[in-house]
């Protein structure tokens, strides 16, 4: 998550205020750490004087940064010229690809989230899948960006796909063929009197808008107000905290939404809601999964502890951090994980994520039992939750349900491709019937 509040901090980068701002830390410096210091030095001469190959200083640095802040946790990193466009065209523009956020596990590359409407969706790629080969050349050992430049390509290009996929006896090729990827944050649409909004990501600045033009939307296609809204947010990878926070606040008349926590005890900020709940207080679903992550999580949980919806799915991912952007130079800038953040009854959704109310396996996928799930937890150096987690919380996701019996082929034959969105509309349903919307109306006023 890339967020926009806490960049107070990037003018300390410019050139006059580093010195003022390093001399205090370098006279605090033991002893050990200037022999540290010495140590790299010797080893970066040496490799400048005797390694094989040539390898130019800039390379060398680079890599001793990655190597440092490879130190700390999966989400801080040294960005340079090229990754910087990188998350530009990601959060600003457009790009020929596949529509696939991927990471290197490994010296493998494994899918994270297939995004919606995109090719890699619609060929049925899913999150823990690993690709292995492109267009027949394994990718075993290259690097990340290496693999993200080859599958981005010129829309209407075509790229065969090997896929390892953790349950199938075989690999399988997929022919995909690229598109204009273009970042659309929110859709909605109307099903059984139901207002169904999906939010895909929080990386636009403008997602707490197009979530007021989604519920303007379906208030005019019915010419009424909806029996309720799902809010659907699975896969969503995150984004920035201020749009998280916007659209938790449009769902919500008061009360805390999200505090975030730095390293010392008295670095605390609050962010609270405003009047005015644009759902004008119908039944809300939100639904969650393994993939939803971020500020996908910090909406889940806000509206979960302030008693306003029901989160309806599986444990999300687990990520309660906070990044920060600090730009280094016109090219250059540090993504640096810089605080915790907490849901308004102050629990850390770091490695424990957000535990539904009601669990529901998405059975309407063929591959759901044996699929794995990655969640933060998964992720090498991660954040250790400081408070200690309910080992309900991190029960195993793949244990049978005597609730949930029906196959996917027999789902498909009832007209049912989303098991999930289905079972969530046919709640939300039973619960705007006038007895149910009256015990929820008292339940409410209790617990203010």
């Known amino acids: 998550m890339k967020t926009k509040t806490l960049l107070r901090s990037v003018g300390l ?225 995150g984004g920035l905290l201020d749009q998280a926070i916007d659209v938790s606040d449009i769902f919500l008349e008061r009360g805390e939404i999200v505090s975030q926590r730095g390293r010392e005890k008295t670095d605390i900020e609050r962010r609270y809601a405003t009047p005015g709940d644009l759902a004008h207080g119908l039944p809300i679903i939100v639904l969650v999964d393994a993939g939803s992550a971020s500020a996908a999580e910090i909406v889940a949980g806000a509206l979960q502890d302030q008693k306003r919806a029901l989160v309806m799915g599986e444990r999300s991912f687990g990520k309660g951090s906070v990044q920060t952007v600090l730009e280094l130079s016109d090219d250059t800038a540090l993504k640096l994980t810089t605080a915790r953040y907490y849901t308004p009854s102050g629990r850390s959704v770091q490695e424990g994520g957000i535990a539904p109310d009601i669990l529901v396996p998405q059975i309407s996928d063929a591959d759901y039992k044996s699929r794995p799930r990655l969640r933060e937890a998964d992720l090498r150096r991660h954040l250790i939750n400081e408070a200690k987690i309910d080992d309900k919380v991190l029960e195993d996701d793949g244990k049978t349900d005597p609730r949930f019996i029906l196959t996917a082929d027999a789902l498909k034959k009832q007209g049912i491709d989303d098991f999930q969105l289905d079972y969530a509309i046919k709640t939300l349903s039973r619960m705007a019937q006038p007895a149910m919307r009256t015990a929820l109306a008292g339940g409410k006023r209790g617990a203010r």
């Open 13 to 237: 980068f410019g050139a006059g205020a580093l010195a003022a701002t390093l001399t205090p830390a370098i006279s605090a410096v033991d002893m050990s750490t200037y022999k540290e210091l010495d140590q790299f030095m010797s080893v970066f001469e040496r490799v400048r004087a005797d390694y094989v190959d040539k390898v130019d200083d800039r390379t060398l640095m680079k890599g001793a940064i990655d190597g440092m802040l490879a130190s700390l946790d999966p989400h801080s990193a040294y960005l340079d010229a090229r990754d910087r466009q990188n998350m530009r065209t990601q959060t600003q523009g457009s790009y020929g690809g596949l529509g696939l956020s991927v990471t290197m596990e490994d010296g493998a590359v494994k899918i994270m989230t297939a995004q919606e409407d995109t090719p890699a969706q619609k060929a049925g790629l899913k999150t823990g899948d690993y690709i292995t080969h492109l267009d027949g050349k394994l990718l075993y050992g290259g690097t990340l960006d290496e693999a993200v430049d080859q599958m981005r390509g010129k829309p209407g290009s075509k790229i065969s796909v090997t896929i390892v996929r953790p349950g199938r006896d075989k690999p399988f090729d997929v022919s995909l063929t690229r598109e204009l990827i273009q970042l659309k944050p929110v859709k909605w649409e109307v099903k059984d009197q139901v207002g169904i909004i999906n939010i895909n990501t929080f990386v636009n600045s403008n997602t707490g808008d197009s979530v007021r033009a989604a519920i303007a939307g379906i208030q005019k296609s019915l010419g009424h107000d909806p029996l309720g809204y799902v809010i659907d947010l699975r896969s969503n990878p």
